[in-house]
Every structure is written in C-alpha cells, then in structure tokens.
C-alpha cells in the first residue's frame, strides 16, 4: 500500500510541475513549427554552377544535366545550347557571370532548351534574365503536356536585364523556357509557399 501512496505521489509532483510550467514554453515549440511551414523550402540554380561550354556541340538533344540545390533543376540541353560568360547587373543589385544560352525556345515536344523543376504546392518562381531578341521575347511556364501555365509580360530591349517573378498554384512538375525564341537565363529561385508564405 506504501509503494502505491509514493508513486501516487511522485506522479502529482510531476503533475503539478508542468501544471505551473509556463505554457509559452509549450506554445514556442509550436509556433516555431508552423512558421517553418510558412516559409517554405527555398531552391536556386545560377548558370556559374555548370562549366563552360563557349561553343555549341558539348551537348545533345534533350541531354538532362542536374543541378542547384539539391539538384532539384533538371536543364535540357540542345545541340546547340551553351553555357557561357556575360557578366550582367540587375535591377536588383544582383551580379551575375554565366548564362545558359540554350539556342532556341523551350521545345516540349522534343524535351530540350528548358528547365525542370518540382513544386510541392503553391510557389513563386524569380527568374534572372537577359532579352535574347529585339522583339519583346517571353520567359514561359509549361506544364508536362506543354500547355503555358503562366509567363512573363515585360517589355524589353536586346540583351536587357529583367527580373520576373512568376506564381504556381499548384504542386507538379514544370518546365521554365524562352516562350516565342531563346532567352538567356542567369539564375532561378523557386520557393515553395505552402502555407502561405
């Protein structure tokens, strides 16, 4: 009967312990899980981190080469894609050095001239390039059945730099390209904002 007394009594000890712990030592612990939901996993990609390829033909059509963080962007090649040197300043401050030249407009069909990534729900996608043309090109988002899920709408000069941030609804699988011919992409941050960050 003793022992059952003392480990009543142990367990109201404890019982009272937490009773008069403070329950924003509880509350932390949780917010601090719903605040790393909101800010989602973050993934760049920046053209310095492959090598150089000056001239076409270090590639083939729909060649995949992974890279960025986590390698979590597959880019598909072409035969005539380079990867080459063109130090650019952004709007933003930014100073990039390599672009991927990709020699012509994300082509679906033939999977080559375009970037692959995942989302796991709603995202944004901020993109570093550079106006391959004179003609006011567009920076595109497909879907795997090649249809443009959202795209840029700027208008710019031959080899000027822009800035676009483009927004996914939903998770899947996208390819980012030239929509009308190629443009040079320098850099690619896609942030997945699940849960409304």
Known sequence: MKKGKRILAAFLAVLMVVAIMPFTMFSGMFTSKAKAAESGKKYTFEGTELEAA???GKYTDGQAVNAGTDNAFT???SAKT???GSEKTWPDGSILAQ???FGGKADIANMKNFVSFKTEGTAKVKIYWVEGGAD???MAIFNTSGAVVTKTEVTAAKNETVVSTLELADAGTYYLGGLENNNYIFKVVVTDT???G
């Open 54 to 56: 000056t001239t076409a």
């Open 75 to 77: 880019l598909y090649m």
């Open 82 to 84: 380079k990867i080459d």
């Open 99 to 101: 672009r991927i030249n």
């Open 136 to 138: 006011n090109r567009q």
């Open 194 to 196: 699940v849960g409304g």
